[in-house]
């Protein structure tokens, strides 16, 4: 079959490297791409939200199936817009409705969903510009720390975790006066959970579910995870804690209940739920939904995938999921990002790389780079993901180190402690 899949970042070209893989692949579209992408199909330059440009798309190549890596083009509600045209409704769609992308594409849509359904999560109250008042007298009888979460989407950067009563005063009114834009019209003032923080994926057929690997992530810039949230820093999998008795409870508590309560508000869901959560005492609690594959724990997810990708989507399309099996490399694997300087504030673009043939026994995927006359150069804060696969992620994070050395570019950066706290 003829495959679009949507995105240009690190998780895509570890998806475009599945998906190119298997035998049900007959050709590889990706929009728009990168230059690790163009290595394994065809790059098409255009944007995952302009709906009627990927329709074209589909149309002219014969395309069927669309995988959606980002989150956008899935709250804006790119699988309904597919519903809707009688010439594209055929054509499989990864991805939820706009209705199940909710779970995603708002905090306070999320944190009613699970109260309703006692599914664990944080205490919390929303505020918009209008209840500014009430916000700030809320914070004053908080406890600290004070988590503060733009409602929308904000590029994974818009949680803050604040110790000083004062500064979350000013942050939150910030944030209602449009810090994060559009995505901090609202914000959610949460209940700070202590603990150890773990991602599980789930791909559904609306029906059954299978569980991908379970991974952590890294979001800070700094070491021992201090300074400012990145969109991912690195990534392990599998997580040394997270056992049979922890998982058991993370199916019953969250995954069924949370597949459950989509049913029952009519939200169509074929695709990847991610469920970040945190290990407090021995309980899980949801941090936050995603309503596709996280970014950087794809780069160290996939590549432990031994099953055929596609035939699993195809399953996913066919709701005969229940039936197809899923085969994991018992290796771990251990991914390293290297980021520009001064991400994730200010950094410069189209510094030349270096050294990527004198990797060996890693992955290399480019997530923010561009070809330029035959010179690959930095196009993005997080520039390339270095997974490795070894018997333990403690092995796999020292290849991954060890290749990150021989990669270079200006104000290359990368955290040298993945893996630090288990």
């Avoid at 669309?66 to 083009?73: K, L």
């Amino acid at each position: 079959m003829k495959i679009l899949l949507l995105g240009g970042g690190g998780r895509e070209h570890a998806f475009a490297l599945k998906l190119a893989e298997s035998p049900l692949c007959e050709a590889l579209f990706t929009a728009p791409g990168n230059p690790g992408t163009a290595s394994l199909g065809t790059n098409l330059d255009v944007n995952p939200n302009d709906f009627e440009a990927v329709a074209d798309l589909v149309k002219a190549h014969g395309i069927s199936m669309v995988v959606v890596g980002p989150e956008e083009p899935l709250v804006r509600g790119i699988y309904d817009y597919f519903k809707a045209d009688d010439a594209l409704k055929q054509v499989r769609i990864i991805g939820p409705s706009a209705k199940g992308a909710q779970l995603e594409g708002s905090k306070a849509f999320a944190k009613t969903f699970m109260q309703e359904r006692d599914i664990p999560t944080a205490a919390y109250q929303a505020f918009t510009p209008e209840t500014l008042q009430e916000g700030l007298a809320y914070l004053d009888a908080h406890p600290l720390p004070i988590v503060l979460k733009a409602d929308g989407l904000a590029a994974g950067k818009g949680v803050l975790i604040l110790h000083d009563r004062e500064e979350a005063k000013a942050e939150l009114e910030a944030m209602l006066n449009g810090k994060f834009g559009q995505a901090s019209q609202r914000v959610v003032v949460e209940a700070f959970l202590d603990g150890i923080e773990f991602s599980v994926f789930v791909l559904t057929d609306g029906k059954s579910y299978k569980i991908l690997p379970i991974a952590k992530d890294y979001k800070r810039i700094g070491e021992g995870d201090t300074g400012l949230n990145t969109g991912g820093m690195g990534a392990i999998s599998p997580v040394p804690f997270v056992d049979e008795q922890l998982l058991k409870k993370v199916e019953n508590w969250i995954i069924s209940p949370t597949l459950t309560g989509l049913k029952e508000i009519g939200a169509p869901y074929q695709g990847f739920i991610f469920l970040g959560l945190i290990k407090v005492g021995d309980d899980p609690y949801v941090i936050e939904y995603n309503c596709r594959m996280g970014d950087p724990e794809t780069e160290a997810v996939f590549p432990r995938l031994k099953s055929d990708l596609v035939a699993l989507l195809k399953a996913v399309g066919d709701e005969t999921l229940a039936e197809a099996e899923l085969e994991v490399d018992p290796r771990s694997a251990a991914t390293v990002f290297l980021v520009s300087g001064g991400y994730p504030e200010a950094y410069e673009k189209g510094k030349p790389i270096t050294g990527i043939d004198r990797v060996e026994g890693s992955l290399v995927l480019h997530a923010g780079t561009r070809e330029e006359g035959g010179v690959l150069k930095t196009n993005g804060g997080r520039v390339l993901a270095i997974t490795s696969l070894a018997e333990d992620f403690r092995k796999a994070l020292s290849i991954s180190k060890a290749n990150a050395e021989k990669i270079s570019f200006e104000g290359k950066y990368y955290r040298a402690d993945i893996g630090f706290d288990l």
